[in-house]
């Protein structure tokens, strides 16, 4: 039987078929994750920390290597295939991108990548969201982003969580979009990215509502189990961590 790809090998594929000379000097095995954070031409870094605290939150609760930041890219880049996972965040709406960003990212999540979705604004189909739709669709052929149920291995591949969170809980729900039976898009209008934003000398940026203190610990999990399910596409359904399920379960 043959052996499933994994997505750090499909993206490696993915980026031998963008660049051919890039990919063989590439650190794409290298196991530090980076993850890419996508600009356009709006507010497309309206947390500008947020995926640093994220990142040092993986590192300290699970055993994957990180990056010490996020790195810039544009759309149109072939650097994307080097990236398992891409934040892209807005604060309001913004232009359409391009034909060939739009070709790029396509291949990208056809290729294994996955890509969240951060609403700074949270409205759930205008401004950020309205744009994040539109680009979704003109990538995957017009198909829109539907609800993620509540029993997907997405909200159980580190901790139990039964809804999403961010800085704000605009909405209980995640949107996605899949590609070959994976999750390959996340939507969210929670402002993940708000919840996770830091000063330099260590204080949050912002105020999360309504929940406080205990809702940005719950927007910090969904970000290690979204950074777990975007860098280990070889879960099965029924058998994600189950010792660690377990074990939660009988707390």
């Not at 790809?5 to 000097?25: D, N, S, V």
């Not at 969240?116 to 990538?139: H, K, N, W, Y």
Request: glycine share 8%; net charge positive; with cysteine.
């Amino acid at each position: 039987m043959a052996r499933r790809l994994t997505r750090r090998e499909l993206l490696t594929a993915g980026a031998a078929a963008a660049w051919p000379l890039r990919a063989l000097a590439s650190g794409a095995a290298h196991n530090t994750l980076a993850v890419g954070h996508l600009t356009h031409s709006g507010l497309w870094n309206p947390r500008p920390t947020a995926m640093r605290r994220l990142l040092w939150e993986v590192a300290k609760r699970t055993s994957i290597e990180v990056a010490a930041d996020a790195v810039v890219l544009e759309a149109q880049s072939r650097d994307l295939f080097y990236q398992p996972l891409l934040y892209w965040a807005s604060d309001g709406a913004f232009p359409p991108l391009d034909a060939t960003a739009r070709a790029r990212l396509a291949r990208y999540i056809t290729f294994g990548g996955f890509i969240l979705c951060d609403s700074v604004d949270g409205d759930p189909t205008q401004g950020a969201a309205g744009s994040f739709r539109r680009e979704l669709a003109a990538i995957s052929e017009g198909r829109e982003p539907s609800v993620i149920p509540r029993d997907h291995v997405l909200f159980k591949s580190f901790y139990l969580l039964d809804r999403a969170e961010g800085r704000t809980v605009a909405s209980p729900d995640l949107w996605g979009l899949t590609q070959d039976n994976r999750l390959s898009v996340v939507l969210t209008v929670n402002d993940l990215g708000g919840a996770y934003a830091r000063d330099n000398f260590g204080y949050n940026l912002h105020e999360v509502i309504p929940g406080g203190d205990m809702q940005r610990e719950r927007a910090f999990r969904l970000g290690v189990n979204l950074v777990m399910y975007a860098t280990c596409l070889d879960y099965k359904e029924d058998q994600v961590h189950i010792p660690f399920i377990l074990k939660k379960r009988r707390r």
